[in-house]
């Protein structure tokens, strides 16, 4: 019956070593416990005593680690929750933010062609030429694309054929609106094709409020496996009514919108003259380089 009693208690003392204290502190203290055990009940035999109270600290020790375990797993399942949900709002500012930048590019685009074709309209009217009525009529016509392209945004209608239609339609208003430009032939652009639309339409619309009346040449290279393209105009004749518009977001977005697929972007004083921007793109996508470089 003593020794009975022995092993309970010992089984129990073994098991709160193990489960309630660290590794080295239960060890010990299992270890401590083997000799008074012995000098509690004289001539009880050590070898079960022994087997009884280091069974019962090892699957204490199991225990408190499967305890720890899941304590840990539960603290770090909050966390990726928490850091979820932070993603999340920080994805829907990141859309937020882009979403205003391509209304801000088409905006200021359309905006600035209707300023320059009315500052003329308002000329050729007083003079009594025949190209007021042209005039006017470009107004209205770049009015109505601009409902389009914000309509087209809002839809994300974004594929590369589209793009580049909405390129021609840029250049050809840009001309109306007394730019002089030159387009050298359009590369296959691929998944750069709308960033290409976003930097040609950056560099016109600077064109349009910095180099009136500028010679503008558009062009494309291409380095590896992305296009290099380029707006250079010659400064024409100055800065114009809308030199003072705008306060340098259009620049800084269409920065961030070349950095995000990977490529960079150039801004300053060309050789020429008057003003050079010039991005260099990835053809393929992120997920398409990743495909390529696994295969």
Do not use: C
Not at 37 to 51: D, E, Q, R, S, Y
Not at 158 to 181: F, K
Not at 256 to 273: D, N
């Amino acid at each position: 019956m003593l020794e009975l009693l022995a092993i309970i208690v010992v089984a129990a003392a073994g098991y709160a070593t193990g489960a309630r204290l660290g590794p080295r502190t239960g060890l010990a203290a299992a270890a401590a416990m083997l000799p008074a055990v012995l000098i509690a009940w004289p001539g009880i035999a050590w070898v079960p005593v022994t087997i009884v109270l280091a069974g019962a600290h090892l699957v204490g020790r199991a225990l408190r680690s499967r305890r720890l375990l899941v304590a840990a797993l539960a603290g770090r399942t909050a966390e990726l929750e928490a850091t979820e949900e932070e993603l999340a709002r920080l994805a829907v500012r990141h859309e937020r933010a882009r979403v205003v930048r391509e209304l801000h590019d088409v905006v200021a685009h359309h905006l600035a062609v209707i300023v320059v074709q009315a500052g003329a309209g308002r000329m050729a009217a007083a003079g009594g030429g025949a190209g007021a009525r042209e005039r006017f009529a470009a107004i209205g016509d770049a009015g109505a694309r601009a409902l389009e392209e914000i309509a087209r945004l809002v839809e994300a209608a974004d594929d590369a054929a589209d793009v580049r239609e909405r390129l021609e339609a840029t250049v050809a208003r840009a001309r109306a609106a007394g730019l002089r430009i030159h387009v050298e032939p359009v590369p296959e652009l691929g998944a750069a094709s709308a960033t290409a639309h976003a930097v040609i339409q950056e560099g016109l619309t600077n064109a349009l409020k910095h180099a009136a009346g500028a010679s503008v040449r558009v062009g494309f290279g291409r380095t590896g496996h992305a296009v290099a393209i380029s707006v250079e105009d010659d400064g024409g004749a100055g800065a114009g009514d809308l030199a003072a518009a705008g306060g340098q977001l259009g620049l800084a977005g269409l920065r961030e919108r070349v950095a995000a697929t990977g490529g960079s972007l150039a801004a300053g004083p060309s050789a020429v003259g008057g003003w050079r921007l010039e991005a260099l793109v990835p053809v393929h996508s992120k997920e398409g380089r990743e495909v390529a470089q696994r295969g």
